[in-house]
């Protein structure tokens, strides 16, 4: 599947399909069971062509396996690595001023449980026809953000259409977006602030995902929007 979006942007990689499936696509990146990696390093891949498939085993992280509804937070260590350290035999992120903060956004984040055996992150133009995407991502600079966020509020009456939550690289790319595919307005996101994700994409990189069936309502949109206009030309063309 081609995007309009995606040309229309001037977009350098490809827009990621994030995919509930039974089926493990061949010749996919995969951790290793037990080994540490991130989600976002893997998402990079898909952008530039690879396909990468995750399960219960290898998602790579706890952040990971819970970015990608394998698997919730266990209370008792998380909220002190993401704070401040104290009770654990490791440094804390600093990310939250106490452990009972932490404790408040793990609590917060959207339950979902991933119903199949993998998910896989795919090149969009790979996506086949009896596929069906949960979210679609982009991996954009600042000129093309600018961008998708005004399109991404092009259609609707109101002026909040596109927002974004803290948290791990995969929650704001992968779990939030998904969260927000059951609401009847769904949000697009912008994502990818997580300093321990940064380092797995371009210093220049965030993300911005849309819930797959409101991705299909803006492609709709594009020819006849500021994206096909005199506005939008030079920032195109500077991309």
Known sequence: MKSKIAEAINLKTSPVAVLWTDQKPEDALQFKEGRW????AMLNKAAQGKTAVFDEKTHGC????????F???????????LSTGENI?????FYKQSPEYAKDFVNSLPDITTPTKYVVLKPLDKVTEDEEPKVIVFLVNADQISGLTFFANYDQPTQ????????AGCHSTILQPIEQSKSDTPKALIGLTDPS????VDKNILSFSIPYERFLEMEDNVEESFLTKETWAPIKDRI
């Open 71 to 81: 698997k919730k937070y266990e209370e008792g260590y998380i909220e002190y690595f």
């Open 160 to 167: 909040d259409n596109v927002t974004t939550f803290f948290g």
């Open 62 to 69: 706890q952040g990971g396996a819970t970015g990608l509804g």
């Open 197 to 200: 994700a940064r380092k797995f």
């Open 89 to 93: 035999e490791k440094e804390g992120e």
């Open 37 to 40: 990696g991130c989600v976002i």
